[in-house]
């Protein structure tokens, strides 16, 4: 079966044929794995699972393939760690992860794959290739390297030096694959791809509900990941997708509904929290997306190219770090590709680049 025949049998939106051939042949040239290399989870391993948490901490860490029942609600937070979790599959089989009663935050998402550091100064440990489909997720899912986000005191330590693009890249999840899940936002950032993280995808998939921020972040340092066949249907108060010093990242195919406050906005963020930002938005390809709105409103742009350029009155050269934002705080979002999208029911400019020279 050609890896989106099954997409389409699902009855979902199709994806077009050329586009999925061209992001089959981008996942296949990246290396990206679909061989398993787990073992299957005991039946301890799923007693746990099911079971309702004690005390405080509802976590559970999966290092195991596992395969659920479609009439299962797991109100427990799987952890995805190191090196243990790598090769692990998760099929839900239309299972649900997560409730409306849990408490979900950046630092407790319902799904975190995230690397361990390891003790002393010997390194990290980085899950690579890992597969979970067919979920009902309620609540987030972040991919962890180096820190949560660019303010992250590892991350800040790490910019501070030449090489951290290929640090940051290294030592972060890479090859992580989400396909056909559905997830219910209830007010933290659905989905984040955190700094370094590389050859990651969400594919066929839907996102619903409510954020106070972005639906998708793809933080600094990350790059070559892929988003593409999916529908947003959810209120957020930021743009739908921030592509913040993410570069070479494939956005295709994907339905944007009412995008209010913005749909795909690609910028660099330049000294937030003192880290610096290495690598421009670069690269990216963003194409044949649908933004539909409810009427003919005004709205913030579907696609805004150096959305920071615009004020960014906090942004200072540091002589100390002649590199990255410190050396040139602009975005820098050039070389992106923009080809095939529409936008239906609105009369603002829904394209907009405000590079700064």
Request: hydrophobic residues 35%.
């Amino acid at each position: 079966m050609k890896p989106w025949s099954r997409w389409e049998a699902s009855g979902r939106t199709a994806v077009p044929e050329s586009i999925m051939i061209a992001v089959t042949a981008m996942i296949f040239s990246l290396g990206w794995s679909t061989d398993a290399r787990a073992k299957m989870c005991d039946a301890a391993f799923y007693e746990k699972l099911r079971s309702a948490p004690n005390g405080k901490d509802d976590r559970i860490n999966v290092d195991c393939d596992l395969q659920l029942r479609p009439d299962d609600v797991i109100t427990r937070k799987l952890v995805f760690a190191g090196e243990a979790a790598s090769g692990v599959s998760l099929d839900c089989q239309g299972a649900t992860l997560g409730s409306s009663k849990m408490k979900y935050s950046v630092g407790a998402p319902t799904v975190l794959v995230r690397s361990q550091k390891l003790p002393g100064d010997s390194g990290w440990s980085v899950p690579r290739d890992i597969r979970i489909t067919n979920c009902k997720i309620v609540g987030n899912i972040r991919l962890t390297g180096l820190g949560p986000n660019g303010e992250a005191e590892d991350v800040r330590k790490s910019s501070l030096n030449r090489d951290h693009t290929a640090n940051a890249q290294r030592n972060a999840p890479s090859g992580i694959e989400l396909t056909n899940i559905s997830v219910e936002a209830v007010g933290t950032i659905p989905l984040y791809f955190g700094p370094g993280v590389t050859k990651s995808s969400l594919t066929n998939s839907t996102i619903r509900g409510k954020s106070a921020k972005t639906v998708i972040y793809l933080d600094a340092e990350s790059a070559e990941n892929v988003i593409s066949g999916n529908r947003f249907s959810i209120k957020a108060d930021r743009e739908m997708i921030a592509v913040d010093g993410s570069a070479r990242n494939v956005i295709s195919g994907n339905v944007f509904r009412n995008p209010m406050k913005g749909g795909i906005f690609v910028y660099r963020n330049c000294g937030e929290g003192g880290t610096i930002r290495h690598q421009e938005p670069r690269s990216n390809r963003i194409s044949d997306n649908r933004f539909v709105y409810r009427s003919s409103i005004v709205a913030y742009p579907a696609i805004w190219l150096n959305h920071r350029d615009v004020g960014k009155w906090y942004c200072k050269v540091d002589p100390r770090y002649p590199f990255g934002s410190s050396l040139d705080p602009r975005d820098r979002a050039i070389d992106n590709v923009l080809a095939g999208n529409r936008f239906e029911g609105a009369i603002s400019p829904m394209v907009l680049n405000t590079e700064r020279k």
